[in-house]
């Protein structure tokens, strides 16, 4: 892998929980970052590599080209210590 293959822009959001009037709550998505990533389809989902120092968990979701995703593994980073591997999946209404 090699910093020219992150290509593709995608947003890293974290889910909040803000309370109503009612003393219930509301979920909102908040974007967190935007990093380069490199982004390969792998049926059914999408294997996403970005650079270490990203944090980022299963919670979270991505918005990439307009669509959201789930993250579907846990993030592994590489021997190297250099790249963050996770795969995502398109969340369908």
Do not use: H
Request: positive net charge; aromatic residues 10%; proline residues 5%.
């Amino acid at each position: 892998m090699n910093i020219g293959d992150l290509r593709e822009r995608i947003i890293l959001q974290t889910r909040q929980q803000v309370v109503d009037d009612l003393g219930g709550y509301t979920e909102n998505w908040t974007d967190t970052t935007t990093v380069w990533a490199y982004v390969k389809p792998k049926p059914p989902n999408y294997q996403v590599i970005v650079r270490c120092g990203v944090k980022l968990d299963t919670t979270m979701r991505i918005k990439w080209r307009g669509q959201l995703f789930t993250i579907a593994t846990n993030p592994t980073t590489d021997p190297s210590r250099r790249w963050i591997e996770f795969s995502i999946c398109e969340i369908r209404d």
